[in-house]
């Protein structure tokens, strides 16, 4: 089995590949091809991998080249982890929208636009490469915005999913609280991606007794405090929002903290210097702790599982995936990508049925579709007024005086990746 991780020179990468390592039962991979543009940086983190490989007695083969069609050559699946323009453009994604008042990030708002706009084209190029490499090949993506990245690929025709580690990360959180393993947690997970709900928490599958409100009444403080929300406001809604919500419930509050801090793409960048300087000792062969703190917790765990379900149909029975809507979610679009539970198997990813949605989350969740509908728009076809209709549309921006002069600032700020501008 050959796997090849498309943006292979990530510090994220030793986490995958220590996964592919523990869970080699799983997922049996006899080779695995790291490729990125970046040489120097993807040579320094094939050899921690291989080291990785090593310790823990895996007998597959590592191998690195900044060559894309020659990594994807015969590839089962391929795995997109890429950053256009790096953290760079990530910090411009995160300060410029400040400007006007706006939440600065990189997943939603002006900052997921520009990132959008620049991912999309890449991407769906990959994407050509590959299925002119093996049409067969699965494609899963990790790449933000997911949404609008995997919806991409999905109306481009390709055998794709996308994948975010936000639904596992609270399935371990939830475990833990309770005391018990996580396998025998299931969620209730609703919305698109990084703009979902927990409306359930449930022991030992889809029909299993719902434990939420208990959870929430023994543990609503902790969980609070980790979503960075007022307990009251758990309460009131009766659900576990993803702390990606922060951003649309507390949206003025998180603009006056990015205001008076650096960005979190500054303490990244510095966060990937350090791990960088780790990556290089000969003698590193696990994956250090300070990665840990860079994000993307259980990614690997996510990865394996559902490429274990796509390649073998093993792995868990239902996994959280963005797949198409399909008549699941009945306020949005078919071709809209939802973040929902799923029964993943060779042939894809079914959605299971999911109850009714209160308004109070389908409402925002039909608006940011439509922004997202329209980021696609402008990401396959350019132009100034699609950028400004997208911005326009978001529920974080929403003004038309700011909408215009985001529109400004995007295109001053991402010219080199725009051939329309």
Not at 279 to 302: F, H, I, N, V, W
Request: glycine share 10%; net charge negative.
């Amino acid at each position: 089995m050959k796997l090849t991780v498309v943006g292979g020179g990530s510090t994220y990468t030793p986490e995958l590949v220590d996964g592919f390592a523990r869970l080699r039962d799983t997922l049996p991979i006899t080779e695995l091809v790291l490729t990125d543009p970046a040489k120097d940086r993807l040579e320094l983190i094939g050899a921690l991998s291989r080291r990785i490989f090593a310790r823990q007695g895996h007998p597959g083969t590592i191998t690195t080249t900044a060559d894309l069609d020659a990594a994807v050559d015969g590839a089962d699946a391929v795995l997109l982890q890429l950053r256009v323009g790096g953290q760079a453009a990530r910090q411009q994604d995160e300060t410029w929208p400040l400007e006007c008042g706006c939440v600065g990030q990189e997943t939603t708002g002006a900052g997921g636009l520009a990132k959008a706009l620049r991912t999309v084209p890449v991407v769906l190029d990959i994407a050509d490469r590959v299925r002119r490499a093996n049409p067969d090949a699965w494609i899963i993506d990790f790449t933000n915005p997911v949404g609008i990245v995997t919806r991409a690929l999905l109306q481009a025709g390709h055998k794709a999913l996308g994948l975010c580690n936000v639904a596992i990360g609270l399935q371990r959180k939830f475990a833990a609280l309770l005391g018990t393993d996580p396998a025998g947690i299931h969620l209730d997970h609703v919305g698109l991606n990084h703009l979902t709900w927990e409306t359930a928490v449930r022991l030992g599958g889809p029909a299993g007794e719902d434990v939420l409100p208990g959870l929430l009444s023994t543990h609503g403080d902790t969980i609070a405090a980790d979503l960075r929300l007022p307990r009251p406001l758990l309460d009131r809604l009766g659900v576990i929002p993803s702390y990606y919500l922060r951003y649309f419930y507390a949206h003025d509050e998180v603009v006056r903290e990015q205001r008076t801090k650096p960005s979190r793409a500054a303490e990244v960048a510095d966060m990937e210097r350090r791990l960088l300087a780790l990556y290089a000792d000969p003698t590193l062969a696990e994956k250090p702790a300070l990665l840990s703190q860079r994000g993307g917790a259980y990614y690997s765990e996510a990865a394996v599982d559902l490429a274990a379900a796509l390649l073998r149909g093993a792995g868990s029975p239902h996994q959280v995936v963005n797949t198409l809507n399909n008549g699941t979610l009945p306020f949005l679009p078919d071709d809209a990508v939802i973040e929902v539970p799923a029964a993943v198997g060779p042939e894809g990813a079914v959605p299971l049925p999911v109850p009714s949605v209160d308004p109070l989350f389908a409402g925002l969740m039909a608006g940011v579709t439509a922004y997202e509908d329209l980021a696609l728009e402008a990401a396959l076809h350019g132009t100034r007024n699609r950028v400004f209709r997208a911005l326009l549309a978001h529920p974080l921006i929403g003004q038309y005086e700011y909408a215009d002069r985001l529109t400004d600032e995007f295109v001053a700020h991402n010219r080199e990746h725009l051939t329309w501008a």
